[in-house]
């Protein structure tokens, strides 16, 4: 069973709020990814690192940030959220293997009203 | 680039019949390959992964799927299906260079009674 944790599951908030969305991995994981998805949608990878103090953007252009100042730690937030922000937000992690599958976790599902 | 093609967005079956969710992927050396599964508002499982080797591999749940270089292609298969399987199928690409798998869009499994 993975090890990799993503609060809330559940979040509705108004617009132009501030939010972070917590993911937290208790493997040792190196590498640690950000995807979003619609519904009955491909998921889109938004953010990943490659360990601490590294963060790059990913294929989808997203308004939010992440940091990355511990292993185990890689929230993602929104400055000021949008409705066009609505959708699932999936973490995941991977080790260090070049062929080492991807764990995720139960996902953040954010609605921006 | 890497890429990934799900060609069906919804397969239907009744339970008890067999199942085949087609992927076919672009890559230019081998490729590793990787399918999960989504339940509704989960995250993704691993079901099984080729790197090399024994072109037909075993998953959980009754899983298996046959990797087919001439063909690109890295069908999913179960011999009966049962209703807990419903669920989306996301076929993955990945590579020896690349921290970055490549998912497809999906497969939505719809089991009826």
């Known amino acids: 069973e993975a090890d990799i944790y993503q609060t809330p599951r559940y979040l509705v908030i108004g617009t132009g709020k501030k939010i972070t969305l917590e993911c937290s991995q208790t493997?040792?994981?190196?590498?640690m990814y950000w995807y979003q998805q619609d519904p009955g949608m491909e998921l889109h990878l938004i953010h990943y690192s490659y360990g601490v103090n590294s963060t790059e953007k990913g294929d989808l252009s997203s308004e939010s940030t992440v940091s990355r100042i511990r292993t185990e730690h890689f929230p993602l937030t929104l400055e000021s959220a949008r409705p066009s922000h609505t959708s699932q937000y999936l973490c995941?992690?991977?080790?260090?293997?070049?062929?080492?599958?991807?764990?995720f976790g139960e996902g953040s599902r954010l609605t921006v009203l | 680039a890497q890429s990934v093609t799900q060609p069906d967005i919804h397969i239907t079956v009744s339970e008890g019949a067999s199942l085949e969710l087609r992927c076919n992927y672009s890559y230019g050396a081998t490729p590793y390959l990787f399918w999960y599964v989504q339940s509704p508002g989960q995250g993704l499982q691993l079901l099984l992964k080729?790197?090399?080797?024994?072109?037909l591999v075993q998953g959980i749940k009754g899983f298996e799927a046959e990797f087919k270089r001439s063909q690109s292609s890295f069908n999913l298969r179960k011999p009966s299906v049962h209703w807990s399987d419903a669920a989306e199928y996301f076929c993955a690409v990945g590579s020896g260079g690349s921290y970055i798998p490549t998912f497809g869009r999906g497969t939505s499994l719809i089991v009826h009674p």
């Open positions: 080729y790197f090399s080797g024994d072109t």
């Open positions: 995941a992690s991977r080790d260090r293997g070049n062929t080492g599958e991807l764990f």
């Open positions: 493997m040792g994981h190196d590498k």
